[in-house]
């Protein structure tokens, strides 16, 4: 599917299932399909059903219209030769929590049974623990997998996506596209505790509830982007679903050191909530309501991931003591990159489009706030520059006039 990049004004379009030639809703399994055909697709793979051509030529017509009456085996067919894999499995259906650390499938590997945790944060705890097993096997290793499916949580999130309306939209209409999303950011950081209590035991429950708040962030920020509202309502939603966790991961590193500094670093400091923190290594969740694996079982499928951010991410955004432009700018760059890679097509050509305005957005921050530092030496006043609610020494202002190589350290983040 090609989608136009240079014009002033790009137009998105609802594209069709490639199978039933009904009216898609997104990449499923590395092709455009709807939820029917994609949802047909895992159900036969998951159960490694077998059918019969009921025709017994295999050559039936797919996509006639009457979705009811498709013979199985010919729509299976189909979706072998048009390209559908399981190695191209998305998170439509399944989220897990380290999306970046994986190739295309929503699969991690560990050595036990998969597992996939449903349930609401608004249940009590007597009542959670819903359980689904599915007897999927990861397809590139053929080991077997965790899956956490988070469905339940994403409807509030959903809704926000589903809809244009932005409570602040007349108080940000001047703004430049960089700067809305350095104002959404900055909101949802204004309810951060700087004083957040620390924990040692946790119900998973508990943490499913932060995941919550988080994806709720997540959808409330890409809304910020107007190249992001103008996509389809499922492309906004397939985007939202697999960026979120990246969006999350990021955006918690770099609050965490904002707040605690080198302590971040050193003590391997980490808030997982608005309101709570806790040191790797140092703290328990129970998943007893959830899975009979425990807590050792999870620890090591994400803890060695955790601690790896900490080089990545934490040690360059003290070195460079990153301002919320820049962390913002970065935070742009990871998200769309990445949902311009595994969307491809129209959630490509709206990336390109939108990462060139905050490019140039970025220069013209740097101009600007070069030329203030300048004005206030010029008058005397001490060489450093207050911006984005933080103060840096001069000499990092100075070296922000010829950014080229700062911007390179950045963008090495953003590759996370």
Same mark, same amino acid.
């Given at each position: 599917?090609?989608? /136009?990049?240079?014009?002033?004004?790009?137009?998105?379009?609802?594209?069709?299932?490639?199978?039933?030639?009904?009216?898609?809703? @997104?990449?499923?399994?590395?092709?455009?399909?709807?939820?029917?055909?994609?949802?047909?697709?895992?159900?036969?793979?998951?159960?490694?059903?077998?059918?019969?051509?009921?025709?017994?030529?295999?050559?039936?017509?797919?996509?006639? @219209?009457?979705?009811?009456?498709?013979?199985?085996?010919? &729509?299976?067919?189909?979706?072998?030769?048009?390209?559908?894999?399981?190695?191209?499995?998305?998170?439509?259906?399944?989220?897990?929590?380290?999306?970046? $650390?994986?190739?295309? #499938? /929503?699969?991690?590997?560990?050595?036990?049974?998969?597992?996939?945790?449903?349930?609401?944060?608004?249940?009590?705890?007597?009542?959670?623990?819903?359980?689904?097993?599915?007897?999927?096997?990861? /397809?590139?290793?053929?080991?077997?997998?965790?899956?956490?499916?988070?469905?339940?949580?994403?409807?509030? $999130?959903?809704?926000?996506?589903?809809?244009?309306?932005?409570?602040?939209?007349?108080?940000?209409? +001047?703004?430049?596209?960089?700067?809305?999303?350095?104002?959404?950011?900055?909101?949802?950081?204004?309810?951060?505790?700087?004083?957040?209590?620390?924990?040692?035991?946790?119900?998973?429950?508990?943490?499913?509830?932060?995941?919550?708040?988080?994806?709720?962030?997540?959808?409330?920020?890409?809304? +910020?982007?107007?190249?992001?509202?103008?996509?389809?309502? +499922?492309?906004?939603?397939?985007?939202?679903?697999?960026?979120?966790?990246?969006?999350?991961?990021?955006?918690?590193?770099?609050?965490?050191?904002?707040?605690?500094?080198?302590?971040?670093?050193?003590?391997?400091?980490?808030?997982?909530? +608005?309101?709570?923190a806790a040191r790797l290594g140092s703290y328990y969740i129970d998943y007893s309501n959830v899975s009979d694996h425990g807590f050792e079982r999870?620890?090591?499928?994400?803890?060695?991931?955790?601690?790896?951010?900490?080089?990545?991410?934490?040690?360059?955004?003290?070195?460079?003591?990153?301002?919320?432009?820049?962390?913002?700018?970065?935070?742009?760059?990871?998200?769309?990159?990445?949902?311009?890679? &595994?969307?491809?097509?129209?959630?490509?050509?709206?990336?390109?489009?939108?990462?060139?305005?905050?490019?140039?957005?970025?220069?013209?921050?740097?101009?600007?706030?070069?030329?203030?530092?300048?004005?206030?030496?010029?008058?005397?006043?001490?060489?450093?520059?207050?911006?984005? #609610?933080? $103060?840096?020494?001069?000499?990092?202002?100075?070296?922000?006039?010829?950014?080229? #190589?700062?911007?390179?350290?950045?963008?090495?983040? #953003?590759?996370?």
């Open positions: 599917m090609n989608a /136009p990049t240079s014009s002033a004004e790009m137009t998105y379009f609802n594209v069709k299932c490639k199978i039933c030639l009904k009216t898609g809703h @997104g990449l499923h399994f590395g092709i455009e399909t709807c939820r029917a055909c994609a949802a047909f697709f895992r159900r036969t793979v998951v159960l490694n059903r077998k059918y019969k051509c009921s025709k017994r030529s295999g050559k039936c017509k797919v996509g006639t @219209g009457e979705e009811k009456l498709m013979c199985k085996f010919c &729509r299976f067919k189909k979706c072998i030769d048009l390209g559908m894999t399981t190695e191209n499995v998305r998170t439509d259906q399944v989220i897990k929590d380290d999306e970046e $650390s994986q190739d295309s #499938s /929503p699969i991690a590997s560990v050595s036990t049974d998969l597992v996939s945790l449903q349930m609401t944060s608004s249940q009590p705890e007597c009542e959670i623990g819903n359980r689904v097993e599915y007897s999927v096997i990861n /397809p590139k290793t053929q080991a077997p997998a965790m899956l956490i499916d988070v469905n339940a949580i994403i409807k509030k $999130s959903r809704a926000i996506l589903e809809t244009y309306f932005l409570p602040d939209e007349d108080s940000i209409s +001047h703004l430049n596209p960089l700067q809305r999303m350095v104002h959404s950011l900055h909101k949802i950081r204004a309810k951060q505790n700087w004083n957040p209590e620390f924990f040692v035991n946790i119900k998973f429950y508990e943490m499913f509830s932060w995941w919550e708040v988080q994806m709720r962030d997540t959808a409330s920020w890409l809304m +910020h982007s107007d190249e992001f509202r103008k996509l389809p309502t +499922h492309e906004r939603i397939a985007i939202f679903k697999i960026v979120w966790a990246v969006w999350r991961r990021f955006e918690r590193y770099t609050m965490t050191a904002e707040i605690f500094g080198q302590r971040c670093y050193d003590e391997k400091i980490l808030l997982h909530s +608005h309101d709570s999870f620890n090591n499928v994400f803890g060695g991931k955790m601690i790896q951010y900490y080089d990545i991410i934490v040690k360059p955004f003290l070195e460079l003591k990153l301002t919320e432009t820049e962390i913002t700018f970065i935070l742009c760059q990871i998200i769309w990159n990445y949902a311009g890679r &595994r969307l491809q097509g129209q959630t490509q050509a709206a990336a390109e489009r939108f990462l060139e305005q905050i490019s140039n957005n970025l220069h013209q921050y740097y101009e600007e706030e070069y030329e203030e530092w300048t004005s206030r030496s010029l008058e005397g006043v001490e060489s450093s520059v207050e911006e984005d #609610s933080r $103060s840096t020494d001069g000499s990092v202002v100075d070296n922000r006039k010829n950014y080229a #190589s700062r911007l390179a350290r950045m963008m090495q983040i #953003s590759l996370i």
